[in-house]
C-alpha cells in the first residue's frame, strides 16, 4: 500500500471520521457571534484546543482539518497545534483553498479560488506537519443551475488542486458540495450530484491523480431545505449509495460526508442508515463541521472556562457518529452521555 493510501485509510478507519474545524476567521466569527462569544484569535484557539484535547479524539477523530492560522497557532502547554492532534492519536490536515468567490461568467454562482502559489504553501503546511488537505466547491440547485460553466470550472480546479498536493506528499480531500438551499426534491439533487461528480472524476484523471491516495467528501443526497416533500433516513441512504456506487470510481478508499446543514443527530442517523445498506468498497465515514461542533460550542459559549462540560459534550458526538461508521448508532443511545 503507497504512503498516501495508508494516510487516507487511517483518516477514516472503521469507528473514526474527521473533525472539520477548518472554518475561515470570517466563518468562525460568525459561529462565535451565533453564541455571543467575541471572535479573537485567543478565544478562536481556546475553543479549538478544548475540543483537540478531547477524549473523543482518541478513539473516533482519524483526523482533523485545520485553517491557515490554527495550524500556526501554540496551545497553552507550548505544543504546536499539529503536534497536539498527533499526540491524541489523529492527523493534522489543512484547508488550502481560498474560498469561493463570484464565478465571472455566471456571477450568481461560485468558483472556488486558491491555485496561485499553492505548491509553495503545500510545502509550507507540510513543513508543518500536514498530512492531508482540503478544498471545496460549492453549486447551488435552482431551475437553471448548477451551469455547464460552474460545474467544469470548479471540476477542473479540483483536478489541478489534488494533482498539485499529491505532488507535495498529501492526501487531497475531494470536496464537491452541492447545497441544500431550496425547493428542490431529493431526485433533482441526486441528478445535480452525479452530473457533478462524473466530471470532478473526469478531472482527476486527466491529471493523472491517484485515485487510491484521496477521500471524497460529497453532500449526501437529501431534498432541498425548503422542499415540501421530506424524505426518511432509509431513502436518503438508499440514493446516496447508489449514487456513490454510479459515479466514484471504487478505487477510491474513503468517503467522508459533509454535514450541510443537517443537525448533529440527522448527519449522524443518516450516516448510520448508510452503513447499514452499504456493500461497496468505500468506507463510509464523516468530516462533519456545525454536526460536530455545535452543542459543545453552545455550551462552551456559556462559560469558557468549563472545559470539563464542552469535551463531555463533543466526546459524546464524536462517539456517536463513530458508531454510524459501523451501522452501530440507535437513537437510545443518544441520552447516555457519559465520558
Ligand atoms: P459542515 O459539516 O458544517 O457542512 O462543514 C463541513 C465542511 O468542512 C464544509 O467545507
Redesign the pocket.
Known sequence: MSELENIAKQMVAKGKGIL?A?ESTGTMTKRLSSVNVESTLENRLKFRETLFSAEGMKNYIGGV?LYDETIKQKTTSGKTIPELIKSFGSIPGI?VDTGAKKLAGSPEEKITEGLDGLRERLAEYYKLGAKFT?W?AVYNISKIYPSELAIESNAHALGRYAALVQEAKMVPIV?P?VLMDGEHDIKKCYEVTAKILKECYKELKLNKVDLKGTIL?PNMILPGNKSKNKSTPQEIAKMTLKCLKENVPSTVPGIAF????QTEIE?TQNLNEINKINDSNFLMSF???????QSALKSWAKNIKDTINTQKIFNHRSKMNGLSTSAKWSMDLEKQITA
Open positions: 472539520a477548518d482539518i484547508k482540503k471545496r470536496e458540495e467528501k459533509l454535514s450541510g446543514g448527519a468530516s462533519y463541521g456545525r454536526a460536530l461542533q
